[in-house]
């Protein structure tokens, strides 16, 4: 029996606060999309995978806490409260040592135990700001 999806979601949490992109890029299908809605949709496992490691090289203390975590049918909604401080290049600038403090929610659409496709809404000018990229 696969994974429901509020069990993939919540390994996907842990494995995000690891900042395990090997862990993460296991729980999308290959040809899955992460659409980040301030973001150019990603498609596809190892474009996913890269992303993560580009993000955890960025911000290493990144995490987040979930603030709900609901589930029906195929779709899983995480709520959630996330953190982080700007250490390395990211968007084209180099680091500021920035902390970023956000609010946001992602829609999770698994089958078959695994991650087919991912929806993303958090508001990326305030997280710039904070951390001091250009918006």
């Known amino acids: 029996m696969s994974l429901s999806p509020r069990q993939v979601v919540e390994l996907w949490s842990s494995a995000f606060n690891r900042q395990d992109a090997d862990a993460l890029a ?3 299908a290959e040809d899955a999309v992460n659409w980040q809605v301030a973001e150019k949709p990603l498609q596809g496992r190892e474009v996913i995978r890269e992303s993560f490691r580009k993000f955890f090289r960025a911000f290493p203390d990144s995490g987040f806490r979930q603030v709900n975590l609901l ?9 959630w409260e996330g953190w982080g401080t700007h250490r390395g ?11 970023y403090q956000l609010r946001g929610c992602g829609f999770f659409q698994v089958r078959e135990g695994k991650i087919v496709s991912q929806r993303g809404y958090w508001d990326r000018i305030t997280w710039f700001r904070q951390v001091g990229i250009p918006v």
């Open 89 to 99: 290049e990211f968007a084209g600038t180099s680091p500021s040592g920035r902390p």
């Open 71 to 79: 589930e029906d049918g195929e779709w899983a909604a995480l709520e």
């Open 26 to 28: 296991q729980l999308y």
